[in-house]
């Protein structure tokens, strides 16, 4: 009888053991779902899962935090739904499909620019396409940085008199929207990193004159432009706040303004709605 209880308790011991090791190894995975943000034209979403996940969206390769976070955006005139797809170490897998949700946007008129500035001359042709590639290249920046999850603020306090993804009708003729947010200001007026970043480009371009793009992570970028100067370089790392340069109204302008857009990668997002209110002046 002692013997066939001896059996009994070293089966147990064995389940017992067997079960701890695939409880220890057995992987359950984060849900995939939607962290924060605004999943609409120009708006920027969190995504969040388990951190040994390798995520793609659309198929393509999209970066994962330590923390289990990514991020992405739409632009102005997305329709269609984006697909995500989680694979994670136990082989399992997890979809989730997001469609934007579509926005009315307005029409705005700027008259008195100069010709030249509406219908660029051919002598300078060459610069801007130097321009596009600077600028497509500064934002191609795809750095761990996590400025991205921080509550953004205003880089400047003032009026604000241009609205993204308005139609633009340069001197009476139909131009591309505008992808920013125009903040009428006295030349000047400081400009302040909306969230930590490091700088990836300054220049002086023909368009929008004085320019810095800071890199905040994962795609997301943020582009100031007609800057009176800059106060940073490239390679520089800003925190959130740091004066980086001050209001102006260089390029094609026709005053006194900061025009403050966001990026993810090439798709044009809505800084307003990563920001609340305009602070009182």
Do not use: C
């Not at 002086?204 to 800059?230: Q, R």
């Amino acid at each position: 009888m002692g013997k066939i209880m001896r059996i009994i308790n070293i089966t147990r011991y064995r389940i017992f053991v067997i079960s701890a090791f695939l409880l220890a190894t057995s992987h359950v995975a984060t849900a995939l779902e939607v962290h924060s943000g605004h999943a609409t034209q120009g708006g920027m979403i969190i995504i969040k899962t388990d951190p040994d996940a390798t995520l793609t969206v659309d198929d393509q390769p999209l970066m994962l935090s330590d923390t289990g976070f990514a991020v992405l955006g739409f632009h102005r005139d997305d329709t269609s739904a984006i697909h995500l797809h989680a694979t994670y170490s136990d082989g399992s897998d997890a979809y989730l499909a997001i469609t934007p949700e579509p926005r009315q946007f307005k029409e705005q008129r700027i008259d008195g620019l100069p010709s030249h500035m509406v219908t660029p001359p051919q002598a300078v042709l060459d610069r801007i396409a130097r321009d596009r590639k600077l600028v497509s290249k500064a934002r191609s920046a795809s750095s761990a940085l996590m400025g991205w999850q921080q509550d953004f603020i205003w880089p400047t306090h003032g009026i604000i008199t241009g609205i993204y993804g308005s139609r633009r009708i340069l001197n009476g003729q139909p131009r591309a929207p505008h992808y920013g947010i125009d903040i009428a200001a006295a030349t000047g007026t400081p400009v302040k990193a909306p969230a930590d970043g490091i700088i990836t480009m300054v220049d002086d371009l023909y368009f929008t004159g004085i320019t810095i793009i800071m890199d905040h992570g994962h795609g997301i970028s943020s582009t100031f432009l007609h800057l009176n100067k800059a106060d940073v370089q490239p390679g520089q790392t800003v925190k959130q706040g740091d004066v980086i340069g001050s209001v102006g109204s260089s390029g094609r302008s026709t005053g006194a303004h900061l025009d403050w857009r966001i990026n993810w990668f090439d798709k044009r997002l809505d800084p307003a709605l990563l920001t609340g209110p305009m602070p009182d002046s």
